[in-house]
């Protein structure tokens, strides 16, 4: 378990290269660049959350920050499960020619994944600023041991898909539908409170994706976090861990025969 | 003290058979078409022993498993059984053009490569203008590597991967593509490193270039070694092998 550590410590210069790499080919050429990164996440939040906030009715200064800090860590949780993917089948073209660590590939793409996420999450601050100030209480240092708590998460979610897929390359699209009903199904555009008015709490109760959410939710919003949130999260990624240091341990070698 | 030492060392690869469900329906269809999974055995008890100033040339057809021992001895592929010891920093040049940033320029994959190679960033700052210098690629290391011929791509790769002063080189017949002159330029770096007494093992099917860089040579058939000794002698029976197996060989 350690060794998965050393590794990634190890080769933490080519990460971050192969990363910033990511990111500024991405941007490459656009007028706008890197300002895509603040401006997406804003308009999409705007616009659904409009028209949202019309649907179920509500104020839009009680919803939109909900909405918009649940959307945006939807986005990456589910971004790092996509990109994760083909995180090791980019990378064909090392693991054919150098004898290196595999670890850093799942976490190249966890990365610049989370380096968009930053970005959408000083887009809301920059909102909340002028919209809704009240987000900002003493809660606030919450945000960056909640943040590591769900890249180390997310970062495990990306290394589990990207075996997956090297390995039964079917993954990927049943993820993709997976993960389209998890969005419907988790209280990410719409409150808890709703289902569990009907009844139907378990819904999102037994659902660990309703966990993953809050724990950055809850500090976004200015709230403190529960302790069974924050001691669920920490479960669940201790299994994520394990799983990967599995994975990693029996199945590490044999990916470069999966091309 | 570098050393290269392989005992025993079997490698199958289970050929992938097209899993679709088409194609699995097609086979029930026609039972006759129906194929069973194929093994192609790669590498059969291959045990080899390299030390300080061994330059071990390959000699085989096509598919005789030339680059899979070399692979074998990179580390990229584990052994399927038998064992595989390598003391030493390994480097190795296989198929151009890969394990390349397309969109990135050549100086980011100077960098990249030399990361991935355990150079640290000081390192490589360090080395990067001798790099470049080498692969005389000059003005066209800011363009990105997509734009590259594939001898641009030889000059690059070689230049990196020879720069990190490897205890352990392993060439696949690469630097064939390069020009006369860079051809001449790279078996001079050659050269030089070999005098350093490290180990090459170099995978060719030029025998003139093969014959005056090493001094041990092994042949290669369906996996396994069929004659070893002095270069000379096993290019002969290469060429007497070739001769008798015509039909065979590419």
Redesign the interface.
């Known amino acids: 378990m350690i060794k998965y550590w050393q590794i990634l410590y190890r080769r933490r210069?080519?990460i971050l290269?192969?990363t910033k790499?990511d990111i500024?080919?991405r941007y490459?050429r656009s007028m706008l660049g890197i300002l895509w990164a603040l401006i997406s996440p804003l308009m999409l939040a705007v616009i659904v959350g409009f028209v949202y906030g019309k649907l179920f009715n509500t104020d839009f200064k009680s919803f939109f920050p909900y909405f918009f800090s649940g959307l945006i860590t939807w986005i990456f949780v589910s971004g790092c499960a996509n990109a994760g993917t083909t995180a090791f089948l980019i990378a064909?073209?090392?693991?054919?020619?150098?004898?290196?660590d595999v670890e850093i590939f799942p976490l190249r793409v966890a990365l610049s994944t989370f380096f968009h996420y930053l970005m959408a999450i000083f887009a809301y601050y920059a909102v909340a600023l002028f919209c809704f100030p009240e987000i900002f209480t003493r809660n606030i240092w919450l945000i960056l041991p909640c943040m590591l708590l769900l890249l180390w998460i997310s970062s495990s979610i990306t290394v589990i898909a990207a075996f997956f897929n090297t390995y039964f390359r079917d993954y990927t699209h049943l993820q993709s539908i997976v993960l389209q009903i998890v969005f419907y199904v988790t209280p990410i555009i719409y409150q808890p409170a709703m289902l569990a008015d009907r009844g139907a709490s378990y819904i999102f109760e037994y659902n660990p994706f309703y966990y993953m959410i809050n724990i950055m939710r809850a500090p976004l919003l200015g709230q403190p976090v529960s302790w069974s949130v924050f001691g669920i999260t920490v479960g669940l990624g201790c299994l994520l861990h394990l799983a990967i240091v599995l994975l990693y341990r029996y199945r590490k070698?044999?990916i470069?025969?999966q091309f | 003290m570098a050393r290269v030492c392989l005992k025993d060392v079997n490698l199958q690869?289970?050929i992938m058979q097209d899993k679709s469900i088409m194609s699995l329906a097609s086979s029930l269809l026609s039972p006759g078409r129906a194929q069973k999974c194929s093994v192609l055995h790669a590498a059969r008890n291959i045990s080899l022993h390299l030390k300080d100033g061994d330059r071990l040339g390959i000699i085989g057809c096509n598919g005789a498993g030339k680059s899979t021992l070399l692979?074998l001895i990179?580390?990229?592929?584990?052994p399927g059984s038998g064992s595989v010891e390598v003391d030493g920093k390994?480097s190795?040049l296989?198929?151009l053009s890969?394990?390349?940033?397309m969109?990135?320029s050549g100086w980011?994959n100077i960098?990249?490569r030399g990361?991935?190679?355990g150079l640290?960033?000081a390192q490589i700052a360090q080395k990067a203008p001798e790099i470049a210098a080498f692969s005389e690629l000059g003005e066209d290391l800011h363009r990105p590597v997509k734009h590259y011929s594939s001898g641009m791509f030889v000059r690059l790769a070689f230049s990196i991967s020879t720069a990190i002063e490897p205890e352990i080189l392993l060439l696949d017949e690469v630097i064939s593509a390069g020009d006369a002159g860079f051809i001449a330029k790279a078996q001079k770096r050659i050269e030089s490193m070999i005098s350093n007494a490290n180990i090459l093992v170099f995978a060719s099917h030029t025998m003139p270039t093969l014959m005056s860089i090493c001094n041990k040579a092994i042949l290669l058939d369906h996996g396994s070694i069929v004659a070893a000794g002095d270069p000379a002698e096993v290019v002969q029976t290469y060429n007497d092998h070739i001769v008798g197996k015509a039909s065979q060989c590419g």
Not at chain 1, 92 to 100: A, D, P, S, T, V
Not at chain 2, 74 to 78: C, T
């Open positions: 210069h080519i290269a192969l790499q500024v080919v490459n064909e073209g090392y693991i054919k020619q150098i004898n290196l070698r044999q470069v025969f | 690869f289970k692979k990179a580390g990229i592929y584990p390994v190795c296989f198929e890969t394990g390349f940033e969109n990135s980011d960098r990249l990361l991935m190679l640290t960033p």
